[in-house]
């Protein structure tokens, strides 16, 4: 009796109810799916239709294997239990990973799905752990870690917190979790296992490579890249918290226009609308956003507007929405998903119906006005609690589907200014999910706090969204909460946060700064306070020049970030890249997390801790590298010590390249 034959270009297992099929998807790569009593399921929450491969199948009575380029799956069928076991080798013969086993009399499962009474499964998926391999990328985690081997992440959204389930190993593999289930992994010593809270199928995908590059490549060919970015990303953003009138937003534009310093987009941000849910101006504080935007585009810069998934119970368009079936749903009691201004839900993204509602509105009322640009706020989404297992989409439970979330949102304005004539699309989101840089994501690290220890963090963050295929990635420069522009204290860390923020794939400047002003309306009505300024003159006359300067940095940098954003839309690339991925060849590079390779020709090393005026630098063997400062040159292979007063970043330029930069900052 053989449990496992050639379907198609598959090789299945079949056994007691499960079937087990591994198949071709890519270069280097298979998708691995199972299921129980039924057959594997091809669904795409991330992954895209393959381009052709042949796989090599050698089908066995108790060993089988398939071979697809430089990865093969060898099956392995135990003659007394009839369990199968998965194990993975690159093109050397060297195993790249493998399921658990059954541990003996231990009887142990390496799928092991457990029924939901009445419903679909929880599953268990656990492989044996080498213990000193190094793990990267797997989204954003609020952590001072960039090798996340030994660390334990939940599989769910929350603000600051965007999980993308794709790991790249040092041992020369990737794999994506392909399940957007509510869940977790462990990635311990002993074992590494991945849970979904609730699902139909185990599915993932894992591909073999040489380098870094070539697994990230491979990557970016299964579930799609970031598209060309506008060029007015390639600049300086403006933003605080919060714009509240037309005027103060144009003042603050004409000011920088005025001191000659470049702006390529600015920012109204939330609560410019009545309420939520209404997806339009308030006409009592934006009487005319036509004119507004037709001013800002004279004056070289980009209205971006701030969109909420939220839905007021209040909002004129609330009960349209719940008539229609365009809303989140909650499972048990009230349908309110969010205690915030008001009680509020969410409209469901995973809708095609809600999709088309929701852009139309925005279309009318912003885009129809001269407005391309949009900052898609709150796109975990932000249930008050968390309680995911309490809400339903379109698209199944939020147990079961819910990190798809922000991969929708982020598709509802992709496609509608797509359809609208839009040849490049970028929206800022406060979440992201695997697939979610096709549509034109840019993420941001959330509502961080203005603190050095969350400084440190956002390196981290930035680098292993990279690494899950996030390319366009940006932070709040200066931290979010908090932060009193008149402080010393953190006109420091301001600066030293705007001088890493040059070296970001976005340019940003945000944050709710105090102290806060409260406002009315003429109803007398309490609105959300505006915060205190936050432009680059906000800082003291000491620093104003000092951040001008980095804005004109990045204005020089232009061709070359232009370049490396070409790079993530063709390749997959990251731009901000670990310096592993330049240079995996040498060892001490897979632990550094303090300095990163801005595109491959770029060493930045930010100061991250408070007082700090010098720091060690390493630059790597194999090439020269001359200081941006000083114009000094180094030989590579060594660590040194350089000096970093509060206006100089240490930023090292590889092989003579870009000498047009040196002596700028």
């Not at 499960?18 to 091809?42: A, C, H, I, K, Q």
């Not at 954003?140 to 999980?163: F, G, M, P």
């Not at 932000?382 to 979330?405: L, S, W």
């Not at 860390?493 to 890493?500: D, I, K, Q, S, T």
Request: glycine letters at 10%.
């Amino acid at each position: 009796m053989n449990t496992m034959s050639q379907e198609g270009k598959a090789l299945v297992y079949r056994w007691d109810g499960e079937v087990l099929s591994v198949m071709p998807w890519g270069r280097n790569s298979f998708r691995v799916r199972s299921t129980v009593l039924g057959e594997v399921e091809d669904t795409d929450y991330a992954l895209l239709a393959p381009e052709e491969t042949e796989g090599r199948i050698e089908v066995g009575e108790y060993v089988s294997r398939i071979t697809n380029g430089k990865i093969t799956a060898e099956l392995t069928v135990d003659s007394w239990s009839h369990s199968c076991d998965i194990a993975f080798y690159n093109q050397k013969g060297e195993l790249l990973l493998k399921e658990a086993g059954r541990g003996g009399a231990l009887d142990k499962k390496n799928r092991f799905f457990k029924p939901i009474i009445g419903g679909d499964y929880r599953l268990t998926v656990t492989f044996a752990s080498n213990p000193k391999e190094k793990l990267y990328g797997m989204g954003q985690y609020q952590q001072d870690i960039l090798n996340v081997k030994n660390c334990n992440l939940e599989l769910a959204h929350r603000n600051s917190q965007a999980s993308v389930p794709f790991v790249l190993s040092d041992l020369g593999y990737g794999f994506l979790w392909h399940n957007p289930a509510i869940g977790r992994v462990s990635f311990a010593s002993n074992t590494t296992e991945w849970y979904a809270e609730s699902t139909k199928q185990m599915d993932y995908w894992i591909t073999a490579g040489d380098t870094p590059d070539e697994i990230e490549q491979a990557y970016g060919r299964a579930v799609g890249t970031a598209p060309e970015m506008p060029e007015y990303g390639l600049g300086f953003w403006q933003c605080k918290l919060r714009y509240w009138n037309q005027e103060e937003l144009l003042n603050v534009a004409r000011e920088y226009k005025r001191r000659g310093v470049p702006v390529d987009v600015i920012v109204c941000d939330f609560f410019h609308w009545p309420r939520m849910g209404d997806y339009r101006f308030d006409e009592e504080f934006f009487p005319d956003p036509e004119a507004m935007t037709k001013e800002l585009k004279e004056m070289g810069m980009e209205l971006m507007v701030s969109v909420w998934p939220q839905v007021d119970l209040r909002s004129e368009n609330y009960q349209e929405m719940k008539q229609q079936g365009l809303l989140v749903k909650a499972d048990k009691g009230v349908d309110v998903a969010m205690l915030y201004n008001g009680n509020s839900t969410f409209f469901d993204a995973t809708n095609p119906r809600a999709r088309e509602y929701v852009w139309n509105k925005c279309r009318k009322n912003y885009y129809d006005k001269g407005i391309r640009v949009f900052w898609l706020d709150e796109a975990e989404p932000e249930f008050t609690g968390y309680d995911f297992d309490n809400y339903r989409y379109f698209q199944g439970p939020a147990a079961q589907v819910g990190n798809i979330y922000p991969q929708s949102y982020a598709r509802t304005f992709y496609e509608g200014l797509k359809a609208a004539g839009e040849d490049r699309v970028v929206s800022l989101l406060r979440c992201a999910w695997a697939g979610s840089q096709r549509y034109g994501a840019l993420v941001w690290s959330g509502d961080i706090h203005s603190d050095w220890e969350t400084l440190r963090r956002q390196v981290c963050a930035g680098l292993n969204m990279g690494i899950a295929g996030i390319s366009w990635w940006t932070t709040d420069i200066g931290g979010f909460s908090g932060g009193n522009p008149d402080d010393p204290a953190f006109r420091q860390l301001l600066v030293r946060w705007f001088e890493w923020g040059c070296f970001c794939p976005v340019m940003r400047l945000h944050g709710d700064r105090v102290p806060a002003t409260p406002l009315y309306n003429k109803a007398g009505e309490r609105l959300n306070p505006t915060g205190a300024g936050n432009e680059i003159w906000s800082f003291g006359e000491e620093n104003t020049e000092t951040l001008a300067k980095y804005i004109r940095f990045r204005e020089a940098m232009r061709p070359y970030t232009r370049r490396m954003m070409e790079e993530a839309h063709e390749l997959g690339r990251p731009v901000m890249r670990p310096m592993f991925y330049e240079f995996p060849e040498q060892e001490c590079c897979w632990d550094m997390r303090e300095q990163y390779m801005f595109g491959s020709d770029i060493l930045v090393a930010p100061v991250l801790y408070e007082g700090q005026t010098k720091r060690e630098v390493y630059l790597p063997a194999g090439a020269e590298w001359t200081c941006v400062h000083d114009g000094k040159v180094y030989e590579g292979g060594r660590t040194v010590a350089v000096d970093a007063p509060l206006e100089v970043i240490p930023v090292f330029l590889k092989d003579g390249k870009l000498p047009e930069l040196v002596g700028l900052i």
